[in-house]
């Protein structure tokens, strides 16, 4: 796998274009088997996990084009096949495709789901959720088997406040017969992002942006054209990177409030930054302050995903912070790699750390152990002093789109080698 070598300690300064958000793109293509009809979608990250989607929906039989950021899928003549494929086994989203398929072909039977080692990862909340539209669980042991005669609306309760299982049930309720409703349902921009896709292609979905979602369901889905959301987690890692460097930074592309609990955090920091109508600047802070505590929730609150990105910032901050994990039970080893770097902390449990600041960071070779702990990993190296080789950068080709190139063009010393 391929290295970043990092020179650390230039400012970033300048504007950068956030790209269109993973975690709704990968719904949204999933999507495209919900109809017969073309779709354009435009502002698609060129990133791993997009190109692992596509062909998944290539080996379905759907018509892929992928040019520019604009995909076009026709999945008129899309088949029916078990998902047994390898694309399957690196990437987690493979899970979206559970409620499409069964949607349109009755069925679905695929290999269970890998991706990033975040903790133990269920899938009883997509299992409970299409159960409750009327699907039979025949498999959950070698691998996640399911039919249906035809999809009914009904009332459900979800086990978990679960992204990709909300995103799961509400494809399958769309095309369903009669109401649901999703309660418990996730409200991440990018759970918004397929609804609003969804419902311009004719769905009928209310409460977008709420834990609970209405659907009533249609016979049929048409086309359209439709530009994926800016990518809020993308946005969030470009700030953290310029407040450490000192910089000043336009982020375009995003809407801020989408991030709001994090710009709270940024004020305790005392790191300057005002809004524009899709973007925010971040201007360099007099001196860093302190955090209490942060603590990662479901939507709108703190993101497990800039969970690791943050607390290299918090290596910077006066006195004692905590991290409080409460999503994953495996997202706290990255701190083992800013160790190496000088970072000081105590791991309190699997889920919680108290951080240890201000600590000098200083460039060593490090490895990246998932998409947001390599962007963390990315983000640290910037900030040392000195020369960082960053290993492991598959993970974050897998959801950064033309990281290096974003980061020269601010100015800052990055390779691929
Ligand atoms: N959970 C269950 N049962 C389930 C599913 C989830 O108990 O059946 C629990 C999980 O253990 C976890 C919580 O629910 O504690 C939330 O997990 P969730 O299902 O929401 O995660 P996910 O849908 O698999 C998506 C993102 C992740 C992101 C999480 C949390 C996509 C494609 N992936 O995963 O993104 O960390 O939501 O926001 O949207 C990333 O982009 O790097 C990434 C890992």
Known sequence: MAKYIVQGGKKLNGIVKISGSKNAALPILSATLLTNQKIILKNVPDIADIHSMIALLQSLGCEVIFENNTVTVDAGNAKY??????????????????????????KAK???????????????????????????????NDVLSLKTDKLKGDDITLSEMSVTATENVVMGAVLAEGESTIRLAAAEPHVQDLCNFLNK??????????????????????GCEYSITGDYLEAGTFAIATALTKGEVEIQGIDPHHLDIFWNKFKELGIPFTFGENSVTVHPYESLGHVEKIRTAVYPSFPTDLQAPFTVLLTQAQGESHVYETLFEGR??????????????????????????????TGVPISSWDIRAGAAMVIAALAAQGTSEISNIGFIDRGYE???????DLGASIERR
Request: hydrophobic content about 45%; some cysteine; aromatic content about 4%.
């Open 332 to 361: 706290l080893n990255y701190l083992f790699e800013l160790e190496k770097m000088g970072a000081k902390f105590e791991i309190l449990n699997p889920h919680q750390a108290q951080i240890i600041g201000p600590t000098k960071l």
């Open 110 to 140: 695929m290999s269970f789901p890998g991706g990033c080692i975040l903790g133990k990862r269920p899938v009883d909340a997509h299992l409970t959720a299409l159960e409750g539209l009327g699907a039979e669980v025949l498999d959950v």
């Open 201 to 222: 292609l004719g769905a009928k979905i209310s409460g977008i942006g709420t834990h609970k979602l209405q659907i009533t369901g249609v016979k049929e889905l048409g």
């Open 81 to 106: 096949r078990d998902i047994m494929s390898e694309g399957i086994c690196n990437m987690r989203a493979s899970i979206l495709l559970l409620g499409p398929l069964l949607a349109r072909f009755g």
């Open 402 to 408: 033309n990281l290096e190139r974003k980061l020269k």
